[in-house]
């Protein structure tokens, strides 16, 4: 077992621990965070055994996970044996060291506390977000029948009130982000501040990735909402979106999510993952909560 910082390791080729978790355990996504995002005073800590990859970096907080809550959906390590590289990190820190393992499946979580144990560690687990995801079946009407009956009528309603106040709208699949960064600039509070310039250098390299999807949602032309996610074998997961407030009253986000489920629907994709956070539209549209924990330790 060693502790480095080559992120050229073929430990990121093993499969993460638990399925369904997109680009978020891989080498790509994870150091193109640690590109814009590492703090100046963070240790980049890959802690690998022969089966098994953990992602630590080390700060004077204590040791995390690489990839911040906020940007990181899920964290998970890869491999076989995880259990046993946990301890041996455990043993590898200074005494008092604190451990701060945050958007944990259970399956990492399960293997990651096994290892806290394995180290005679007490530890806290605690659920500290959810995420959300739609399991999608064979076509549209299906999935809309599969919806509770005042949601499956508002959907439709919100749908028709779009074509009757915008027009026919038309779903597109772009690399440009431009239309993305500037409909999520016109959004009011947190939202619109979010998309920083450094933030947006971000979403650039992550736009480079293989998996990256962005989506428009036109009318004429004009884009009145966005998304920006991956897909994979696995299934697709909405990284973000946004949508022009000008337009709110003919619920532009909500038709854009519809329009792209009937379309990864038709593309045979069976996984619609909203990621982070409960918010009710995603009940609406059908998805069930996914516990994400968090495990705190002091070595």
Not at 150 to 172: C, D, I, N, S
Request: glycine content about 10%; charged content about 20%.
């Amino acid at each position: 077992m060693r502790l480095h910082s080559d992120w050229s390791t073929a430990g990121f080729l093993l499969a993460p621990a638990a399925a369904g978790v997109g680009p978020f355990a891989k080498r790509e996504f994870l150091s193109i965070w640690w590109q814009h995002f590492a703090p100046s005073d963070g240790e980049l800590l890959l802690a690998e055994s022969a089966t098994a990859l953990l992602p630590l970096w080390r700060g004077p907080g204590g040791i995390s996970l690489v990839g911040h809550e906020d940007l990181a959906d899920y964290h998970v390590p890869l491999g076989t044996g995880v259990a046993e590289l946990m301890a041996w990190v455990v043993g590898q820190a200074r005494p008092g060291t604190p451990l701060r393992l945050d958007s944990l499946p259970a399956e990492a979580a399960d293997s990651m506390g096994a290892g806290l144990e394995q180290a005679g560690c007490d530890y806290q687990r605690v659920t500290h977000e959810v995420a959300m995801v739609l399991e999608l079946p064979a076509s549209f009407p299906a999935y809309a029948a599969s919806l509770e009956k005042k949601h499956r009528h508002e959907l439709a309603r919100k749908r028709r009130r779009f074509q009757t106040r915008l027009g026919a709208p038309a779903l597109v699949e772009t690399t440009d982000l431009a239309a993305f960064v500037r409909l999520h600039r016109l959004a009011p509070g947190r939202k619109g501040s979010f998309m920083t310039p450094a933030m947006e250098a971000f979403f650039a390299d992550l736009a480079g990735l293989s998996q990256t999807r962005i989506h428009l949602l036109e009318v004429e032309g004009m884009a009145v909402a966005a998304s920006f996610g991956f897909l994979d074998a696995d299934g697709y997961y909405l990284y973000n979106s946004a949508y022009d407030p000008g337009v709110g009253e003919a619920s532009p986000g909500v038709v854009l999510l519809a329009e792209m489920i009937d379309r990864l629907i038709g593309a045979g994709v069976t996984r619609f993952d909203f990621l982070k956070g409960d918010e009710a539209y995603k009940h609406q549209l059908g998805a069930l909560s996914r516990p994400l924990y968090r495990l705190q330790a002091t070595t």
